[in-house]
């Protein structure tokens, strides 16, 4: 967990405006709770949090004024249209804990010709232990036919890891893709009516040639 070790600093300004303050300056505004503890409000390093949170469940050795604390980083609010991280809520935990959260789920490999893999469920939810949460779980569909399914309970957990998900779950389903068979209907001149304009000096008349006979026809 080293490449998670961050410095947080207490802070005791609250509200839009100090939090607005704090992101200007390359910083977000988090609070910690957890354990029967009094929440605490610290802030972290902006862009260091932005890596940190590419991974799902990421858990952060912070040091407090020179004390550390584990932490599992439990909702993060981003802005919708700059997806800048506006605010973090952190859990304490401790070594030897379990925790339930919800794990990615990665589809690896490719299924018979010509079917195509349906990830119906995102993420299942586990139980482990609170510093050995996986980045995702894997799910492989390598050979795979039309109308194979894997349900929650067939995906591989890490060791000590429980599943709180219903095993009945449908995580992945193979499919034949259904073609869209319809077509743009195209007019076209019925068999035998196939009239022929002539268009004279006076502008075009109402005389036709009739296509087989060679022979004008006026109405």
């Not at 379990?98 to 939810?125: C, F, K, M, Y």
Request: negative net charge.
């Amino acid at each position: 967990m080293a490449e998670n070790k961050v410095v947080a600093e207490l802070r005791d300004s609250f509200g839009k405006g100090a939090a607005r303050k704090l992101r200007a300056v390359g910083k977000v505004p988090a609070v910690i709770y957890g354990h029967g503890t009094d929440p605490r409000h610290v802030t972290l390093p902006g862009h260091e949090m932005m890596l940190i949170m590419r991974k799902a469940n990421a858990v952060l050795e912070l040091d407090i004024d020179g004390t550390p604390q584990l932490a599992l980083v439990k909702d993060v609010q981003k802005d919708p249209v700059r997806q800048i991280i506006e605010h973090i809520d952190l859990i304490v935990i401790r070594q030897g804990e379990r925790v339930a959260v919800d794990v990615p789920v990665h589809v690896e490999g490719e299924s018979a010709p010509e079917t195509i893999s349906n990830l119906d469920q995102t993420s299942i939810s586990i139980e482990v232990d609170a510093i050995r949460i996986p980045e995702n779980v894997v799910v492989s569909v390598e050979g795979l036919e039309e109308g194979a399914h894997i349900v929650a309970g067939d995906v591989a957990l890490p060791d000590g890891a429980t599943l709180l998900t219903d095993p009945e779950t449908l995580v992945v389903s193979v499919s034949v893709p259904q073609l869209d068979l319809t077509t743009d209907a195209v007019d076209e001149p019925a068999e035998g009516d196939e009239g022929v304009e002539i268009e004279g000096e006076g502008g075009t008349s109402d005389e036709t040639v009739d296509a087989d006979s060679g022979e004008s026809t006026s109405e």
